[in-house]
């Protein structure tokens, strides 16, 4: 688990693919303020995302701000078996400084680790999501969709957001999807309009709800066939 503490394709259908994962995920209404686990590949191949990541993050907070706020807690990997949470943050300028301390190193994948964590959250308290930033996958399916199956059982979707859509990872990211009652969107890191309206989506369902996600959609429109056909045949 990730122990250690930190020191200090269109848009719109992107959006409405979280509608669909809203109508099979219960809304966790325990915690007035919404709270969402923030988790990223820091190893030394996400650099443009990372970056991409730090400078819009803080519209997650924004589109919360409304709906009740959000509290949101980053989680990350890199290197030789490093994985580091902060402590939960209502600052979206706090977030960027944590996530600015961060300089990526190579190493494996440790998504294991990360749905394990996130298990360990809701054993203290309420957590309403976890999204999941990456591009690659190196580990043990089954124990990746065991961990994403008991996250679904407590009512915490896992939104996998996958850089590049190469295999296996784009299977194994689907899987944890599923199981957990989340959803998978593809971007690329050439459309930051894409990732931010992606988190900002995610931030309206940890503050609000399906309803909130739902009134989102309504504003931005369009639709989603592919993850439509993802949740539907569930």
């Known amino acids: 688990m990730c122990a250690k503490p930190l020191t200090p394709d269109s848009v719109s259908s992107s959006v409405a693919a979280f509608l669909n994962a809203a109508e099979t995920t219960p809304v966790r209404s325990e915690n007035p303020t919404g709270r969402l686990i923030f988790a990223m590949d820091a190893t030394a191949s996400r650099g443009p995302t990372w970056d991409m990541a730090m400078s819009i993050q803080a ?14 807690q980053l989680v990350y990997y890199r290197g030789l078996m490093e994985c580091r949470s902060s402590g939960w943050t209502r600052d979206g300028p706090e977030l960027g400084r944590l996530m600015g301390k ?10 294991e680790r990360i749905l394990k964590h996130a298990l360990k959250e809701t054993g203290m308290g309420v957590v309403n999501a976890l999204v999941f930033i990456g591009d690659a996958m190196e580990e043990n399916v089954d124990l990746l969709a065991d961990a994403a199956g008991q996250l679904g059982l407590r009512g915490v979707p896992v ?19 599923k199981v957990s009652g989340g959803a998978y969107c593809l971007f690329d890191v050439s459309s930051p309009g894409a990732l931010r309206a992606l988190l900002r989506a995610v931030a309206a369902f940890a503050a609000g709800g399906a309803r909130a996600l739902e ?11 592919q993850i439509s056909d993802q949740m539907t045949r569930r």
């Not at 939104?159 to 999807?177: L, R, T």
């Not at 009134?215 to 066939?225: F, L």
């Open 59 to 72: 519209d997650m907070f924004t589109e919360a701000s409304a709906l009740g706020g959000l509290e949101v």
């Open 102 to 111: 961060v300089g990526l190193l190579a190493g494996r994948t440790q998504i």
């Open 159 to 177: 939104f996998m957001f996958h850089e590049g859509g190469g295999e296996p990872a784009a299977s194994a990211f689907k899987h944890i999807a």
């Open 215 to 225: 009134d989102y959609g309504r504003k931005h429109g369009g639709h989603v066939q």
